[in-house]
């Protein structure tokens, strides 16, 4: 079954901890995207990458990392220098520039 | 300004009523047109792309008219299954193809 796998589902930070988000997808698609939901707001871009080995920043790319070693992956790390990192995190990708997005299911971050 | 502005919600609107969401774009980048569903604690789903000639999919129809910047979403006879919030999208022909989302419009279709 193709589609956009994104875990953990749930994820708890510390104080001061770097936690990583994965996103996983076999569509084959190019460009993949990070989002973040607050409650009661749109989405907010934090990073997209169109290509391997290559991202670029959103509109709220501080405090926040990404890599893309493979076309498949595109994990998203919350740094400590994010001081408000409680969310949801939509990943989401993209066969072509405009095509529609399609996400995976999402990982809630809260803060312990 | 909000670059994606969408009708406040919520509606509520009984089963079998028409219900129209309107969503207005400031940005002349924009290249192409979404309306996603999103249930509860749910990731986005894509409803529809919206044309310019406009597109009708069962029960749902959406319109564009770009010289206003305006886009819009139909639903006939909406059903209790219908209840979700409604994202109005548009992906910029520049950064990346970018999406850019509405807030959202909250519908609530009662018995």
Known sequence: D???????KYLFRKEGQNVTLSCEQNLNHDAMYWYRQDPGQGLRLIYYSQIVNDFQKGDIAEGYSVSREKKESFPLTVTSAQKNPTAFY??????????PQHFGDGTRLSIL | RKEVEQDPGPFNVP????????CTYSNSASQSFFWYRQD??????????????GNEDGRFTAQLNRASQYISLLIRDSKLSDSAT????????????????????ELSVKP
Request: charged content about 10%.
């Open chain 2, 15 to 22: 089963e079998g009523a028409t219900v129209a969401f309107n």
């Open chain 1, 2 to 8: 193709g589609g956009i796998t994104q875990s953990p």
């Open chain 2, 86 to 105: 409604y994202l109005c999208v548009v992906s910029l022909y520049n950064q990346g193809g970018k999406l850019i989302f509405g807030q959202g419009t």
């Open chain 1, 90 to 99: 939509l990943c989401a990708s993209r066969v072509g520039q405009h095509q």
């Open chain 2, 40 to 53: 509860c604690r749910k990731e986005p789903k894509l409803l529809m792309s919206v044309y310019s000639s």
